[in-house]
């Protein structure tokens, strides 16, 4: 009995240094270096034009994205569960790969594909639409890497809703567009809600295909974390850390969120 | 005219053969019971009186008018599913509302009506619940306020009781009775309960492989079965294998024959008689009535009886008693007594057998 009781201390005190030690510490790293360096300098940078601009369409882009995400996630997770068609499995597989392939190769194949040496992007830059090296680019290779993150935190939550309960309201005289919003919609709101902020996070931060696919052009397609990483390659270390403050509150806020949409959720489903 | 009135539904999922032929009429105010086991086709059968499945073939008729192709939702039935099918994300009120609020009736109105729904169901204080918080018996109530609440005429309800434990399925199943008796709906529910059926329905459908077996009053249907599948799925009933010769049955392994003027298909050859245990007398003395010899294996007491299984030949007969009766002829394990069969029924070949040859490769005679 002692014995297991002493393990049972060890294992906590051992997950709790990890995490300590792997997610707490560096963050406050980040932020007790903030405060030692001068703050007044460190605004300075975070309100310098490349860097606003950076931020402004960092967060443009990922609040587009998440939209787009929240919409086409869903529909994608509502054929994969309720329709039949052929290769059904291979394309419920074929989902993951954004999560798995390196976001740097995920930069490489949207430039052969999109670039002005395709056929494609020959064809939309002579009609005067630049896709690679402009803020489309951008946008693609964030919604290439993040839209794994709706289809898989909605597709349980349709398998497990019960058809019964859509049959109950077009008994009681719902129409399909009745049951889509007082029923569907209400029971998959908290998936489609974390799977959409966990895909605004990931785009805040996105890096590796963004700056194969958008380059790094100040006010134009500097991105925040490309802009991060400029500043730490030309030696601007309080400039680096003025904006990467700015996108850890945004990602804690995210979090944050997601904790309030959780226990949203659990009132109705709790004591199952 | 008749509430509900299917004529010659079928239906198949693939190539299984779920409903084939079914005609049946419930007339206004009846508490009609599909009954039959799992799998057999009686809740697709509601489902299509509902709307929430198509048929392949057949027609149904709701108060004369054919709505065959008319969509559930504008069909104006109350459907309780099995599972509940609550709005998990709706409190109590909010699922009982649902239907009112679909008609877009008065916020008043609607606050009226579902509060004294919540009365006939005995919910009071749970209005603001979820479903999660509720029992299995709790969820079933809001499942019937909520589909009685736009005050449907017709009431379909899918095993309603199937998920509760007996104690609370008894309770209920009386409720529904009273409370049918109150409102003024015709109702058709499904289930597997041939009690639950006997005791509260007033029109049983036997239903079996998809296919009506027999319609009937409860009695009519307990005591005067079409079929070996009716009368061997209506109660506990003893199968025993026998031949038929010169008007007097031989039951296979069995001491004892048994007279048959009675029987309405006095042909020669394998029979299976099928008798219900309160159907069997038990004397201490052989007569005329009880000719069959036996020896009392097991004696359960069983509250209001006592049930008995007696060996003769080399089979088991299962019989109930009344207590009463029983304690009087003061008869112990191990001891001889003789059977009578007061009522029977008898089926032929091909039917009996098939019984015969199961009966036979049980015993080992037959690969």
């Known amino acids: 009995m002692i014995v297991a009781k002493d393990g049972r201390l060890i294992l906590r005190c051992l997950s709790l240094s990890y995490i300590g030690i792997l997610v707490i510490l560096p963050i406050f790293a980040l932020i007790s270096i903030v405060f030692k360096n001068n703050q007044a300098a460190i605004w300075a940078h975070i309100t310098h034009p490349h860097a606003i601009y950076s931020l402004k369409i960092t967060f443009f882009y990922a609040l587009c994205i998440a939209i787009i995400n929240c919409i086409t996630g869903t529909a994608t997770a509502w054929v994969l569960v309720r329709y039949d068609f052929p290769l059904k499995k291979t394309m419920n597989t074929l989902i993951d790969l954004p999560f798995a392939i390196p976001t740097v190769v995920t930069g490489i194949m949207l430039v052969t594909l999109y ?124 400039g680096a850390l003025g904006i990467s403050l700015v996108l850890l509150l945004l990602s804690f806020s995210i979090i944050l969120l997601l904790n309030i949409i959780q226990k949203w959720k659990r009132k109705y489903e709790e004591a199952k | ?71 559930s939702r504008k069909r104006k039935v109350g459907f309780v ?22 008609m877009k009736k008065k916020k008043d109105f609607i606050k009226d009506k579902v509060e004294k729904l919540i009365n006939l169901v005995n919910l009071n204080g749970y209005e603001s619940h979820f479903p999660a918080q509720l029992s299995g018996g709790q969820r079933q109530r809001v499942a019937l306020a909520r589909a009685l609440a736009p ?25 529904i009775r009273d409370l049918h008796q109150k ?55 003893n199968v025993i294998v026998g031949k038929l010769h010169d008007h007097k049955l031989y039951i296979e392994n069995m001491a004892g024959e048994i007279p048959t003027k009675s029987l309405k298909a006095p042909k020669n050859g394998s029979m299976v008689l099928l008798v219900r245990p309160e159907d069997i007398l038990i004397s201490k003395k052989k007569t005329r009535e009880c000719p069959i010899k036996g020896t009392i294996k097991d004696i359960y007491y069983r509250g209001s009886a006592y049930e ?23 008869i112990a394990n191990n001891a001889t007594v003789y059977l009578g069969f007061v009522k029977y029924n008898i089926f032929n070949a091909p039917e009996g057998r098939k019984i015969i040859e199961e009966k036979l490769s049980q015993l080992g005679y037959l690969e």
């Open chain 1, 115 to 238: 670039g002005p040496q395709s056929i494609i992007g020959h064809f939309f830059a002579r009609n005067g639409f630049h896709i690679i090296y402009n803020q489309p680019g951008i946008m693609l290779a964030l919604l290439f890497v993040t839209f794994p993150f709706v289809v898989r935190a909605v597709q349980p939550v349709i398998i497990e809703m019960e058809k019964e309960m859509e049959e109950a309201a077009e008994a009681l005289g719902a129409s399909p567009w009745t049951i889509f919003l007082k029923i569907i919609l209400p029971t998959l709101s908290p998936a489609i809600l974390t799977g959409t902020a966990l895909s605004f996070s990931r785009a805040l931060g996105e890096f590796g295909s963004i700056v194969i696919v958008a380059g790094n052009i100040p006010m134009k397609t500097q991105v925040a974390s490309v802009y991060i990483y400029g500043e730490v390659e030309s030696g601007n270390i309080p």
């Open chain 2, 81 to 102: 599913f099995q599972h509940y099918a609550l709005f998990k994300h709706m409190t109590v009120e909010k699922n009982i509302g649902f239907g009112l609020e679909i």
């Open chain 2, 308 to 330: 008995i299984n007696i060996l003769t030949g080399d089979i088991i007969i299962n019989v109930v008693e009344e207590k009463n009766r029983f304690q009087k002829k003061k």
């Open chain 2, 183 to 237: 409102i003024n709906v015709t109702s058709v529910f499904v289930t597997h309960d041939q009690n639950e059926a006997i005791k509260i329905a007033d029109k049983i459908v036997a239903i079996n492989r998809g296919k009506v077996d027999q319609i009937g009053t409860a009695k009519e249907v307990y005591e005067h079965p079409e079929t070996k599948f009716v009368a061997s799925f209506i109660g506990n009933t």
């Open chain 2, 151 to 175: 005050e449907p005429k017709i009431m379909l309800l899918d095993e309603p009781f199937g998920s509760l434990d007996a104690k609370i399925r008894e309770n209920l199943a009386n409720w």
């Open chain 2, 1 to 71: 005219m008749a509430s509900i009135m299917v004529e010659n539904l079928s239906k198949r999922f693939g190539n299984f053969v779920a409903v084939d032929d079914v005609s049946f009429r419930a007339e206004e105010g009846e508490l009609v019971a599909l009954l039959g086991p799992s799998g057999s086709g009686k809740s697709t059968i509601l489902r299509m009186i509902a709307g929430l499945e198509i048929p392949d073939r057949g027609k149904t008729y709701l108060y004369g008018k054919d709505v065959t192709h008319t969509v």
